[in-house]
């Protein structure tokens, strides 16, 4: 059974930052946050390949920032410039082999 546990969210000012972490418990062939707010569908935010290839939502290009630590089995979202309709539960999606794996999510605030 692969586990997947994201890490990192919380209540941050607009303007503000964050580092959301996703850990799994084998490695992955590609990795994908997504975030969903209440009463919305879920969405991709950014994704990286085991080939280090990343692609980003238009809505957080030039702010967030996706990188993953192979040894570690691990990827972050570096999170920048926060703005109020950043604020969701950010999940963590893996994909190893055929399946792919989701994590519990993080609760991301933003809000003065």
């Known amino acids: 059974q692969v586990q997947v546990v994201e890490s990192g969210g919380g209540l941050v000012q607009p303007g503000g930052s964050l580092r959301l972490s996703c850990a799994a418990s084998r490695s992955a062939f590609s990795w994908d946050w997504y975030r969903q707010a209440p009463g919305k569908q879920r969405e991709l935010v950014a994704g990286?390949?085991?080939?280090?290839?990343?692609y980003y939502a238009d809505f957080v290009k030039g702010r967030f920032t996706i990188s993953r630590d192979n040894a570690k089995n691990t990827v972050y979202l570096q999170m920048n410039s926060l703005k109020s309709e950043d604020t969701a539960v950010y999940y963590c999606?893996?994909?190893?082999?055929?399946?792919?794996?989701w994590g519990q999510g993080t609760q991301v605030t933003v809000s003065s």
């Open positions: 990286i390949t085991s080939g280090g290839r990343t």
């Open positions: 999606n893996v994909q190893i082999g055929a399946l792919s794996y």
